[in-house]
């Protein structure tokens, strides 16, 4: 396979990845100073930094972040446990910038 295959291959893929995760708009980098406001919104008070309510993951820690970005978008889309669902609270787009915020924390 030639070096032009295989970027045309992970452009494919790429593609249909975005296709997958729902979010078919543009393809642009999560902005995790945009994620960071709309944590503060919509996070924070269960799952602050260091600090999180009983049960919630501390998303500083680590451990709680080695999932791909796609699992965490479907968990956060869907709710889990006492967190709600954010689809149709929080776009696609958006949930990827606080996904962005919570990885450096």
């Known amino acids: 396979m030639t070096y032009k295959?295989?970027?045309c291959k992970c452009s494919e893929l790429l593609i249909?990845?975005?296709i997958y995760a729902g979010f078919v708009t543009t393809l642009e980098a999560?902005?995790?100073v945009t994620g960071q406001g709309l944590f503060?919104?919509?996070?924070?008070?269960?799952h602050e930094p260091g600090n999180p309510v009983a049960g919630s993951p501390?998303?500083?820690d680590i451990n709680s972040m080695i999932q791909?970005?796609?699992?965490l978008l479907k968990k956060i889309q869907i709710g889990q446990g006492a967190m709600p669902a954010y689809d149709g609270i929080l776009s696609a787009k958006e949930i990827m910038?606080?996904?962005?915020?919570m990885r450096t924390l």
Request: charged residues 10%; contains cysteine; glycine residues 0%.
């Open 68 to 71: 791909p970005d796609i699992v």
């Open 97 to 101: 910038d606080v996904i962005a915020y």
């Open 40 to 46: 503060m919104q919509h996070c924070n008070s269960c």
């Open 16 to 18: 249909v990845v975005t």
């Open 30 to 32: 999560a902005n995790p």
């Open 5 to 7: 295959n295989l970027i």
């Open 58 to 60: 501390d998303f500083s």
